[in-house]
């Protein structure tokens, strides 16, 4: 069986990929930290998961980070936007899982040097075994 984390890293850049108005506005979408990319993108960051399962049933709570990264003064508002929406569309099953339920937990947005910025978006997936 593959793992939960495993299972929803690969729904979130299925469909982050697959966002035609994300794709707009960002370069690409990375599984980690890409070697080269220029800003705007998004990388699907580090997952880490936890006991959530039911008598009968395995489950993980799974919290997985999200990052949009930027330059210049803009705030990334529409990816931003474009990203809560693929959140709230995570649900639904992939691979050895169904995730039942998927929403942002926390966000942060930090200013790096020479003008970049980061935006975490913290999702909280709990999913159970098909």
Same mark, same amino acid.
């Given at each position: 069986?593959?793992?939960?984390? $495993?299972? #929803?890293?690969?729904?979130?850049? @299925? =469909?982050?990929? %697959? @966002? @035609?108005? =994300?794709?707009?506005?960002v370069h690409g979408v990375f599984d980690g930290t890409p070697p080269r990319a220029s800003a705007p993108y998004v990388m699907v960051g580090g997952a880490e998961g936890r006991d959530w399962g039911t008598k009968d049933r395995a489950g993980r709570e799974v919290r997985l980070t999200l990052v949009l990264v930027g330059v210049g003064g803009a705030t990334g508002d529409g990816a931003a936007g474009c990203i809560e929406r693929v #959140?709230?569309?995570?649900? $639904?099953? #992939?691979?050895?899982?169904?995730?039942? $339920?998927? %929403?942002?937990?926390?966000?942060? +947005?930090? +200013?790096? %040097?020479? $003008?970049g910025w980061r935006h975490e978006i913290i999702v909280r997936c709990r999913c159970l075994a098909t």
């Open positions: 069986m593959t793992s939960a984390e $495993g299972a #929803v890293r690969a729904r979130a850049l @299925d =469909l982050l990929a %697959r @966002d @035609d108005a =994300l794709a707009a506005i #959140v709230a569309a995570m649900r $639904g099953a #992939v691979n050895a899982w169904t995730i039942v $339920g998927a %929403r942002t937990i926390r966000t942060r +947005f930090t +200013f790096a %040097r020479e $003008g």
